[in-house]
C-alpha cells in the first residue's frame, strides 16, 4: 500500500487467539463478515476479513475487506470496487464469500459470477461522494482497491480458499466450493496460470451447507454451518471426508490455513455471535510432520 495513503487504524479485541469486534460492526444488519485469508501487507502480518452490505431487501450494495494486525489489536478498512467504462469507480456488489491472498492478488468469491481479483498494490484513497457510493453511504472517506480481473469458473463460487504442501508452503492453487442447502455441492482444486484457472481436480463431498475449505498435503478442510448452532469442521481426503469433533463458531464461514502461527482460522457471521477464531494446529493434528 502506498505511503502517502496510510490507513486510519481502528481497535479490535483480542482474546487469547479469538478476535471479537468493537461497536455496532458486532451486531449490524447491514454488513456481514464471510472470508477469511492471511498475508503481508505494508510488512506486517494481517488477517483479511470480507464482508458484503445489503439493505433491508437483501439486495448487495457494497463490499470491503478488513485487514486486522495480528500482532496488535487494531484493523483497518478497504473498500472493494470496479472501475466503470467511463473510469469511474462503482462498488463491488458481491457476496465475497470467500478470500485467496496471493501478495498483491486477492482473490474474491463472487457467487454466480465467478472469482474476482482486486489489486492490493493499487490501493487508493476517496473520499466524498465517491467514498459514500463505494460503501454504501457509511463513509465518507475510505481506501480502495479495484478490480483486476473477473475469473470466470464453472462452479458456484461460493467459496475460495488456498492449497499448502505438507511442509506449510503456499502453492499457486485454489480450492474453489459451492454452497448448496443439499448435498449436491462441489469444490474444485484450481491451478493459477497465466491466463486464470485451470481445474486439476474436482468433488461432491455430500456435505450440506459448505461455507469454506483449504487443503494441507493431502487433507482437505471443509466448514459446514447449522444456523446459530456451532458449525462443523470436516476432514479428509479430496475423495471422501467425514465430519470432525472440532466445533467451529455458530454461523461459520471460510476457513483459511496459517502455518506462520499455526492457527485454522474461521469466522462466525451472525450479529451477537460474531467472532473471528484460530484453532491452533496441535489441536488438529495439521503439520507435525514439518521440520
Known amino acids: 500500500m502506498p505511503h502517502p495513503h496510510r490507513p486510519s487504524w481502528r481497535p479490535v479485541l483480542r482474546h487469547g487467539s479469538d478476535v471479537r469486534w468493537l461497536t455496532a460492526r458486532s451486531w449490524t444488519n ?16 494481517m488477517l483479511a476479513i470480507s464482508w458484503f452490505r445489503q439493505d433491508r431487501n ?28 467511463d473510469g469511474a469507480l462503482e462498488p463491488a456488489r458481491i457476496h465475497v464469500g470467500g478470500l485467496a491472498w496471493f501478495g498483491d492478488r486477492l482473490f474474491a468469491a463472487a457467487t454466480r459470477q465467478g472469482v474476482w481479483e482486486f489489486d492490493l498494490a493499487g490501493v487508493r484513497r476517496v473520499q466524498g461522494t465517491t467514498a459514500r457510493r463505494l460503501t454504501g453511504g457509511s463513509r465518507s472517506k475510505t481506501l480502495v482497491a479495484v478490480r483486476a480481473r473477473e475469473h470466470p469458473i464453472d462452479l458456484r463460487c461460493s467459496f475460495v480458499g488456498r492449497v499448502f504442501d505438507e511442509a506449510g508452503r503456499s502453492l499457486p492453487r ?47 478442510l471443509i466448514s459446514q454451518s447449522d444456523g446459530l448452532r456451532p458449525g462443523a469442521l470436516w476432514r479428509g481426503s479430496f475423495g471422501a471426508v467425514e465430519p470432525s469433533a472440532t466445533a467451529l463458531p455458530a454461523g461459520c464461514q471460510d476457513l483459511a490455513l496459517d502455518p506462520h502461527l499455526g492457527m485454522l482460522w474461521s469466522l462466525g457471521e451472525h450479529p451477537w455471535h460474531r467472532v473471528v477464531r484460530g484453532v491452533p494446529f496441535a489441536t488438529l493434528g495439521i503439520g507435525e510432520d514439518r521440520a
Open 30 to 45: 447491514r454488513w456481514y463478515p464471510q472470508g477469511v485469508d492471511t498475508g503481508l501487507l505494508q510488512g506486517r502480518r
Open 58 to 85: 437483501r439486495t448487495h450494495l457494497a463490499s470491503r475487506v478488513s485487514f486486522i494486525d495480528l500482532a496488535r489489536p487494531r484493523r483497518f478498512d478497504v473498500a472493494l470496487a470496479i472501475e466503470g467504462d
Open 174 to 220: 485454489v480450492l474453489i466450493g459451492e454452497f448448496r442447502s443439499g448435498e449436491e455441492g462441489r469444490i474444485g482444486e484450481f491451478e493459477l496460470t497465466a491466463h486464470g484457472f485451470a481445474l486439476v481436480r474436482e468433488f461432491t463431498p455430500g456435505v450440506r451447507h459448505m461455507q469454506g475449505a483449504a487443503l494441507w498435503g493431502q487433507e482437505i
